[in-house]
């Protein structure tokens, strides 16, 4: 049975950081694209970040710019979302997905396999 399991969502004051991480089990990812999406409550799921299958590309939706960094262990199966100086507007439950595609995709249709999401939450 394919998972793909996010940790280390919380509640973190703004200006802080956060470091999210998606485990995947039942198969190996090391030539798929992964991408961290993102819904807050009321609005569509928006993509925040990606890398290809490499991991020599990276993607990332303008509002993370220069704060998220994704990255991505094949040996460990695992990718990660390192989320700084967070703001109260980053707020949203955040979902990991993986996608046996070449490039990055932004639109959340693409992707095969999601995670269950970890809650962020950030106070003002």
């Known amino acids: 049975q394919v998972q793909l399991v996010e940790s280390g969502g919380g509640l973190v004051q703004a200006g802080g950081s956060l470091r999210l991480s998606c485990a995947a089990s039942?198969?190996?990812?090391?030539?798929?694209?992964w991408a961290w999406f993102r819904q807050a409550p009321g609005k569509e799921r928006e993509f925040v970040a990606g890398i290809n299958w490499s991991g020599d590309t990276t993607d990332y939706v303008d509002s993370v710019k220069g704060r998220c960094t994704i990255s991505r262990d094949k040996a460990k199966n695992t990718a990660y979302l390192q989320m700084n100086s967070l703001k109260p507007e980053d707020t949203a439950v955040y979902y990991c997905?993986?996608?046996?595609?070449?490039?990055?995709?932004?639109?959340?249709?693409?992707?095969?396999?999601w995670g269950q999401g970890t809650q962020v939450t950030v106070s003002s």
């Open positions: 997905a993986a996608a046996f595609i070449g490039g990055i995709e932004v639109v959340h249709t693409w992707y095969d396999y």
């Open positions: 039942g198969r190996t990812f090391s030539n798929y694209a």
